[in-house]
């Protein structure tokens, strides 16, 4: 009996149908009694979570022909089982819209000032992201201080953890782990199960969903450069000689002052005694004592 290795190489991919969405009440009996009654069934595996035993939401269908597959498809598809409608296409058919890997981490404590362009440049080195990098605001446009970064593989999103958290971001230490599941029933991405889901996703040829990432990402940053003057020093392009800042005008005379108006006296020359000084009265202060008389020429020296 072929083993399961050799089973995966006869397996007809283009007559191998993706369901997706499936509640977590269907079961692969349910399942397998669905589409075989619409096609004919070759081999069903739905992965089932090695901790719960139950499946993980998706599976493989394949049908003994490409003609069932195409058929059960456009019957089948968007089919409410338990309220919920199962999405199914060819696993050969745009495989980027096929799966999604569920290596999404989340990036908490961020510091106001790291935008999604700097979330991109740090973690796109740990491997591809299925999406561009986002980051939680408020209606003002104002980081919450969290974001979220999407891988296409397992491998990536581990390395990520491994060497970036508790690494600093502009002024904070930032957390990195894995986010939780969007079910709302506190279950985080990145366990066992969802590891086997994209190991099989990959089997089959099933690529996760590569979003085109927005061009703002990819344009390097616009730094303001000072003009350079005629000596190719920055400053202003006219400023003196090529240096400084900008240009400055001659400096100017100060305005003159208006002539003095006629009439006043005329200031005496420098050095000369003036001519209308008297010696002050006796007892004027500072003029000394009734009959005092100056020292005479040449006193005290």
Do not use: C
């Not at 491997?127 to 969290?146: C, H, M, T, W």
């Not at 957390?175 to 939780?180: E, F, I, L, N, P």
């Not at 005694?273 to 010696?279: E, V």
Request: net charge neutral; glycine share 10%; no cysteine.
């Amino acid at each position: 009996m072929a083993g399961p290795a050799a089973r995966h190489w006869e397996q007809n991919k283009e007559a191998t149908v993706y369901v997706g969405n499936i509640h977590e009440d269907v079961t692969q009996q349910l399942l397998t009694e669905l589409m075989n009654h619409h096609g004919r069934v070759r081999t069903i595996n739905m992965p089932v979570d090695r901790v719960n035993g139950k499946h993980q939401g998706f599976g493989f269908v394949e049908f003994a022909t490409e003609d069932d597959a195409d058929y059960v498809i456009s019957i089948l598809n968007s089919t409410r089982l338990f309220n919920t409608a199962i999405r199914m296409n060819k696993a050969s058919a745009d495989k980027a819209k096929n799966v999604e890997v569920g290596a999404e981490l989340f990036i908490g404590n961020l510091d106001a000032m790291v935008d999604e362009r700097s979330l991109y440049d740090t973690f796109l080195r740990f491997g591809q992201l299925v999406s561009a990098p986002k980051i939680a605001r408020d209606e003002f446009n104002i980081s919450k201080g969290y974001g979220f970064v999407s891988y296409a593989d397992f491998d990536a999103s581990d390395a990520a953890i491994a060497n970036m958290h508790g690494q600093y971001m502009m002024s904070k230490q930032i957390s990195v782990q894995y986010a939780y599941k969007k079910d709302g029933q506190g279950a985080r991405h990145g366990d066992e199960a969802e590891r086997m889901l994209a190991k099989q996703a990959k089997a089959h040829g099933v690529a996760p969903a590569v979003q085109p990432l927005p061009a703002h990402l990819f344009q390097a940053p616009v730094i303001p450069q000072a003009p350079v003057g005629p000596r190719g020093i920055p400053g202003a392009p006219n400023g003196p000689s090529g240096y400084g800042g900008p240009s400055r005008p001659p400096p100017q005379a100060p305005p003159s002052l208006p002539p003095l108006p006629s009439g006043l006296p005329a200031r005496p020359p420098s050095g000369a005694p003036p001519t209308n000084f008297y010696p002050p009265p006796p007892g004027f202060p500072g003029a000394g004592p009734p009959g005092f008389a100056p020292p005479p020429p040449g006193f005290g020296r």
